[in-house]
């Protein structure tokens, strides 16, 4: 079958309008996905980054509230540290969807038991108890002090150690070792996403990966050195608490992700062309 020249034009300008298209169409998909899988990590993994200090300084200010109830020798002040404990319950039961339900559950018995101890000990004080009874209840509140505290923190804490350990393992990969690249910084991933403990979110974003391009972005000039570093600022930013940076430092990265796959597709599909206009 032969083909006269202006059939040939119209269809090597076809092809090539619906490779455009395709591209175009490919393209907003990955972006409409990157930008679902971002609002999920800044709703309900970041919002842990800020619980713990904000509950650290809930539990602070009760501490504060039962000692200066015992230094003013006030009841008054004393009974005002019930609605301490309350904000600090309500805020843990809010973050329902951040601290995993068993880990909540005994930070608000470790909380509540060591609340009972303390009002008894400051109401014991206010009453001028003196003598070992006394003091042997002080260190049972102080230890329950300490095992609230300990608590806290493992309820509102992401697992660093992991993190640490696959970054480090990750600069020391040679260039050569593409597949020891590629697996070490999916685990980072990994590891950072089931540091949220919550389920919903690891299985949306497995799910929205299990959609994207194959071809791995990590062979695009220079992406290597980019990720190792804003994988140090992502940690940094973690370990100090700072959700807004660690928000910019994620958007950020998987947006330079998005850009670098809209022209691993846009390659992908001109080489097709190409392919197709020499058959």
């Known amino acids: 079958m ?22 175009m169409a490919v393209g907003k998909g990955t972006e409409g996905r990157v930008e679902r899988q971002l609002a999920v990590i800044q709703e309900r993994y970041l919002p842990k980054l800020e ?18 109830a015992v230094a003013t020798q006030d009841p008054e002040v004393l009974g005002a540290t019930r609605q301490s ?12 969807e951040v601290v995993p339900p068993a880990e909540a559950a005994a930070l608000r018995a470790a909380v509540q038991d060591y609340y009972t101890a303390a009002y008894d000990v400051a109401r014991r004080q206010i009453a001028g108890e003196k003598g070992e009874a006394i003091v042997e209840a002080m260190a049972s509140m102080q230890a329950k002090h300490n095992q609230t505290k300990q608590q806290l923190q493992r309820a509102t804490s992401l697992d660093l150690n992991r993190l640490r350990t696959i970054h480090e393992q990750m600069l020391a990969t040679a260039p050569e070792d593409r597949n020891a690249r ?13 540091a949220s403990h919550n389920t919903t979110l690891v299985e949306i974003i497995d799910r929205l990966i299990a959609h ?14 980019t990720i190792l570093s804003e994988h140090n600022e992502l940690l940094q930013a973690i370990v100090e608490h700072r959700a ?9 990265h998987m947006t ?14 001109g ?9």
Do not use: C, M
């Open 212 to 225: 994207l391009h194959p071809q791995t972005t990590l062979e695009f000039p220079g992406r290597w050195d």
């Open 2 to 23: 032969h083909l006269t020249f202006k059939t040939k034009l119209a269809l090597v300008v076809g092809a090539a309008a619906l490779a455009l298209i395709i591209l």
């Open 271 to 279: 080489d097709r062309t190409r392919s197709e206009r020499q058959q």
């Open 256 to 269: 330079q992700a998005r850009e670098i796959r809209l022209q691993l597709y846009a390659g992908e599909l």
């Open 182 to 194: 590629v697996t070490l910084n999916r685990l980072f991933h990994e590891a950072l996403w089931h």
């Open 85 to 96: 404990l309350d904000q600090f319950l309500q805020q843990l039961t809010a973050a329902h």
């Open 51 to 68: 619980l713990g200090p904000q509950l650290e300084n809930q539990f602070e200010h009760l501490w504060r509230g039962l000692q200066d």
């Open 244 to 252: 807004d940076d660690a928000a910019s430092i994620a958007t950020e």
